[in-house]
C-alpha cells in the first residue's frame, strides 16, 4: 500500500499548499494507514516487535529518547523518560499570524519570527518517513476535515490522533481533500529551538489553521490542539465547544436526565461519567472531616444507570440547536483521553478495569508500568520519583468500548460547573466555602465560566497548588477552555454569553469536589447530588426553600435535600454552620474567591463586550445580590 500511494502521489490532487505537496514528493516514504491494527504495529517498530525506543539526533545533545513504547496484551503503552512530558504544560500554546488573539505572539515570546522555524520544520519533516492521518476535527457529522503529519518513528501519536479523532479511509477520501487544519509533529525541535519545553504552534496559513506539535505528549496537540481549531471555527461561524462531561441518568424508576458537567481540568468531568466508588460494606464515604477525623457515610441501595455522552470536548454547533430555550450537545471526539489517578488499586472501579484488562480492541495507555506481553493494569502508574507516582495517568478509550454510550445531539437539563476546593478551617481559612450544591442563575453562572478557577491539588497540568499554598488562585479563563483558544477573550465570553441568553431552561448549579470546608469528600459528593438530581428529576429547585448563600458568588443554596431517604446534613450544604469553619473562616475564604473574580473579570471589561456582559460584570464589582443576577437574565429554578 505504501509503494502504491508513493506511485500514485495522490495528495497531488488535494487543496493543500504546493510546498506542502513539495514535501510529500520528497519524503523517502508516505503512509496513509488502512487500518488501525497498521499503526499499532507501528508504534512499536513492526509486526514481530515488543518494544520501541521512539528516539532522535539532536546537533551537540546526541540521541535523545522522546518516548518508550511496549506492546502489551490489551495494547500499548507508552512512557516518557523526562516527567515533565507525563503532563500538559499549560503555558505550552503561542500563535502566529493570527490578527484578532489575546494569546502571547511566538515572536514576542522566543524574540524571532516563526517563519523561519517553520521552514525548517517542514525541511526536516521532508527528510523522514512520513505518516499522514486524514480526520474530521469535531467529529464526522459536524467536524471539519483536517490532517496530521509525522514522523514514522512516532507512529504512537498518529495512532492516538487515529483513536481521538478518528480517522477517514484512503477510499473514501475524496479527489479534492482540503483540510482546514493540519497538525504537524517534529518532536526534536523541543530541544533544537525551545529549551527542552513543550510547545505548541497555532498558525494560520492562508484559510489553513496549523498547529505545529513539537513534543510527544499528545495532550497539548492532539487533544487540545484540535480542541483549539474547534474553537477558532466557532469563532468563524458562531458556536462553541464547551469544555465539559455530559451523561444521561436514568433513575431505578425509568425516570431520565441529562447533566453537563464543565470546569477546568481536574474538576470531575471523567468523574461525572463514573459510578459512585464504594465501600467493601457497599455503603458510600460522603466525607472525612479532615480535623476531628469523624466519617460520614450513606447508604444507597441502587445507583443511576449512566448513558455517557461527551467526556471533555461537547461541539454545541448551530446545525442542531432548537429554539427552544435549552443547550444541545454533540461528543466532538471519537475516543476519550481519561486520566486514572484515583484509580491506585484493584476493585476501585470494576467496569473500567474490566474494560481496559480485557479491551475489544487494544488500547494506548500512558505513563503506567508497562512490560512486553504482559496485561498493562490502570492503578499502576508510572513513578515520576521513588515512590512518588505520577498524577497524570492516562487511557484512551475509544467511545466503542465505553458501556451504555449514547450518541448525540443531546438536550441538556442541569448544567453543572465544578470545582476543586482545598479544605477549609477556621484555622486555615480558604476559598473552600461552598457546600454540596448551589444553584446559580444564569448571569453568575457565566461569570463562573469567565473566571474557571483551575483549582486545588490539580494532576493535570506541570504547575499545580499544593498543600503548601492551598489558598492559590489560578484562572482557566473563558469557559475553562481559554488554554486551548487561539483568539481573544471578549469574542470568546460573547458568544458563551449570548447561548446562556438563549438555553434560560436549561438550570444552572455548581458542585465543588475534593473538600466541603472542612470535610475530604474526593467527588463523592459530585456522585451523590448526580444521584438526587436524577431522583428529582425536573422538579423546580424553589420546593427546596432555596437561600441565598452567605457570599453572593456561591448562588443559591437548599435548605435541605435527601438521597434515597437519607436526609443530608446541613453542614454539607452551608459550609459557615460547620464547627470546624465557622462565619469568620466563610468569609475570609469567600473575600479570597471575590477579590480574585473582580482581578480576572477586569480583563472582559473591553469595548466590544456585550453591554450585557458588561452589566453583568459590574454587578460583581459592585457587590451584587444573587437576586441582581437573577434579574439580569432570567431563568428558571
Known amino acids: 500500500m505504501e509503494n502504491l500511494l508513493m506511485k500514485d502521489k495522490i495528495w497531488q490532487s488535494w487543496n493543500i499548499c504546493d510546498e506542502l505537496k513539495v514535501i510529500f514528493d520528497k519524503s523517502e516514504n508516505i503512509i496513509i494507514p488502512q487500518t488501525r491494527n497498521e499503526l499499532m504495529e507501528m508504534s512499536v517498530g513492526g509486526k514481530d516487535n515488543v518494544s520501541y525506543i521512539v528516539s532522535y539526533k539532536v546537533p551537540d545533545k546526541g540521541e535523545i529518547v522522546e518516548a518508550e513504547v511496549v506492546k502489551c496484551k490489551n495494547g500499548i503503552g507508552v512512557n516518557y523518560p523526562d516527567p515533565y512530558m507525563r503532563r500538559r504544560d499549560p503555558n505550552c500554546m503561542v500563535v502566529n499570524n493570527i490578527a484578532m488573539t489575546d494569546k502571547i505572539l511566538f515572536e514576542d515570546r522566543f524574540g524571532k519570527k516563526f517563519d523561519g522555524i517553520r521552514k525548517e520544520t517542514l525541511e526536516w519533516l521532508s527528510s523522514n518517513e512520513l505518516i499522514l492521518i486524514p480526520f474530521m476535527a469535531g467529529g464526522s457529522k459536524y467536524g471539519y476535515p483536517a490532517l496530521m503529519v509525522g514522523p514514522k518513528n512516532a507512529a504512537f501519536f498518529a495512532a492516538s490522533i487515529y483513536d481521538l479523532q478518528g480517522m477517514i479511509p484512503p477510499d473514501k477520501l475524496e479527489r479534492h481533500f482540503e483540510p482546514k487544519a493540519i497538525i504537524y509533529v517534529a518532536p526534536p525541535f523541543r530541544h533544537t529551538h525551545f529549551a527542552g519545553k513543550q510547545v505548541v504552534v497555532h498558525n494560520r496559513q492562508n484559510a489553513v489553521h496549523e498547529v505545529f ?33 455530559t451523561v444521561n441518568i436514568t433513575t431505578p424508576y425509568d425516570n431520565d436526565i441529562s447533566i453537563l458537567h464543565e470546569g477546568a481540568s481536574g474538576s470531575g468531568k ?60 454533540v461528543d466532538a471526539e471519537k475516543s476519550w483521553f481519561v486520566r486514572i489517578d484515583h484509580i491506585k488499586k484493584y476493585g476501585t472501579d470494576p467496569h473500567l478495569e474490566s474494560v481496559t484488562t480485557h479491551p475489544k480492541e487494544p488500547l494506548i495507555f500512558f505513563n503506567l508500568e508497562a512490560h512486553p506481553n504482559s496485561t498493562c493494569l490502570i492503578w499502576e502508574h508510572t513513578e515520576d520519583a521513588p515512590g512518588k507516582s505520577c498524577p497524570n495517568p492516562r487511557i484512551i478509550i475509544p467511545r466503542s468500548q465505553i458501556k451504555n454510550i449514547q450518541d448525540g445531539p443531546v438536550e441538556i437539563d442541569y448544567r453543572s460547573f465544578g470545582l476543586r476546593t482545598p479544605p477549609c478551617t477556621a484555622e486555615n481559612p480558604s476559598y473552600g466555602i461552598f ?203
Open 213 to 245: 506539535s513539537y513534543n510527544l505528549y499528545p495532550g497539548p496537540s492532539a487533544k487540545k490542539g484540535v480542541y483549539g481549531v474547534l474553537l477558532a471555527l466557532g469563532l468563524e461561524e458562531d458556536f462553541v465547544t464547551v469544555h465539559a462531561s
Open 270 to 329: 471523567s468523574e461525572m461519567l463514573e459510578y459512585a466508588h464504594r465501600e467493601e460494606d457497599g455503603r458510600l464515604l460522603l466525607g472525612k472531616n479532615v480535623v476531628t477525623g469523624e466519617e460520614k457515610y450513606i447508604g444507597l441501595s441502587q445507583g443511576c444507570k449512566l448513558q455517557p455522552i461527551t467526556d471533555d470536548m461537547a461541539l454545541c454547533h448551530s446545525s442542531f440547536q432548537k429554539d427552544n430555550g435549552r443547550l444541545a450537545v
Open 435 to 637: 457546600g454540596m450544591l448551589h444553584i446559580l442563575p444564569p448571569a453568575l453562572a457565566w461569570l463562573w465560566r469567565l473566571v474557571a478557577p483551575r483549582g486545588f491539588a490539580n494532576p493535570s497540568i506541570t504547575s499545580s497548588n499544593t498543600h503548601a499554598n492551598i489558598n492559590e488562585l489560578k484562572s482557566e479563563g473563558v469557559g475553562s477552555f481559554w488554554p486551548f483558544a487561539t483568539g481573544k477573550r471578549v469574542d470568546l465570553a460573547n458568544i458563551l454569553l449570548e447561548q446562556f441568553m438563549r438555553t434560560t431552561k436549561t438550570r444552572n448549579i455548581l458542585i465543588p469536589n475534593q473538600h466541603v470546608g472542612s470535610w475530604e469528600v474526593g467527588f463523592m459528593a459530585q456522585w451523590v447530588i448526580r444521584e438526587y438530581l436524577a431522583r428529582r428529576g425536573q422538579a423546580s429547585f424553589k420546593k427546596l426553600n432555596l437561600k441565598p448563600a452567605r457570599h453572593p458568588l456561591a448562588g443559591y443554596i437548599p435548605g435541605g435535600i435527601h438521597v434515597e431517604g437519607t436526609a443530608i446534613s446541613q453542614k454539607f450544604l452551608d459550609v459557615s454552620v460547620q464547627p470546624q469553619v465557622g462565619a469568620d473562616a466563610y468569609d475570609a475564604g469567600a473575600k479570597m474567591l471575590e477579590d480574585f473574580f473582580k482581578n480576572e473579570l477586569k480583563l472582559y471589561l473591553k469595548s466590544d463586550l456585550h453591554p450585557l456582559g458588561k452589566a453583568i460584570i459590574l454587578c460583581c464589582m459592585d457587590n451584587g445580590s444573587v437576586s441582581d443576577y437573577e434579574k439580569l437574565i432570567p431563568g428558571i429554578y
